[in-house]
């Protein structure tokens, strides 16, 4: 457990020692910023943080109560899923943005099956990478972690089902509900958390990467659910003017 939170004394440590300067830039860059940015960057800040850490806590939980080998397997084949999980992110990166200019329900209705669209072909796409799971670690990892195989293949449905979620969330950028991305994340790190104190013990790696597709589907769920909530029955109130 101790292990565990180790991160926390890093972050702790930053707070108390980096130089003054530096803290002097960073708040006067904040107070420049409009407050709408400010805003979004202080929720979503958790959101990228649950989307690139929860497999590095998976990790950290691990090596407290597995061994070295398990938990070295696990880091290795969580490097592998990190590339659905930045293409994902990048995708967000683009389509947030243009997102902000569908202001009007007829507009975002059709956005949504184009986002069901999406999720199939995502769904479609794990199916034909099934057969090439094997083949992913011997290429980039090695057949010393080939034990990893099931836990991979857990891991990116878990990646791919964050890459399903970004179209919804977007929607979320769009009507200024920045609450979404740190209300997802705090969901996310809960479940990894005390998830893995359940399921390690008693399933080993594959209860870590089943609670990490846990957290993802949960929250693909919740995203689905206030989005269609959100423009079919909420008078849905979106930006009037993008972040120049």
Do not use: C
């Amino acid at each position: 457990t101790l292990y565990s939170l180790a991160p926390v004394l890093g972050v702790i440590s930053g707070f108390i020692f980096l130089p003054q300067w530096i803290k002097k830039i960073s708040t006067h860059t904040k107070k420049q910023l409009p407050a709408k940015i400010n805003t979004f960057i202080s929720h979503s800040a958790i959101g990228v943080i649950a989307a690139g850490v929860m497999e590095n806590i998976s990790v950290l939980q691990l090596k407290g109560m597995l061994g070295d080998f398990e938990t070295g397997v696990f880091g290795g084949i969580s490097r592998i899923s990190l590339f659905a999980i930045l293409g994902a992110t990048y995708l967000s990166q683009v389509l947030f943005p243009r997102v902000t200019k569908y202001t009007q329900r007829d507009v975002q209705k059709k956005y949504l099956k184009k986002t069901a669209l999406f999720i199939i072909l995502i769904s479609v796409g794990f199916l034909l990478y099934i057969p090439f799971n094997k083949l992913a670690i011997l290429l980039t990892l090695g057949s010393a972690y080939l034990p990893g195989q099931q836990e991979l293949l857990v891991l990116m449905a878990a990646a791919l089902v964050y890459a399903a979620t970004v179209p919804l969330a977007a929607l979320f950028y769009a009507g200024d509900k920045y609450w979404y991305f740190s209300l997802s994340g705090i969901i996310q790190i809960l479940i990894v958390v005390l998830g893995n104190l359940v399921a390690v013990p008693r399933f080993g790696l594959l209860g870590a990467a089943g609670v990490i597709l846990l957290a993802r589907g949960v929250v693909l769920i919740l995203t689905g659910v206030l989005s269609l909530y959100d423009v079919f029955l909420l008078s849905n109130q979106p930006r009037k003017e993008a972040i120049k």
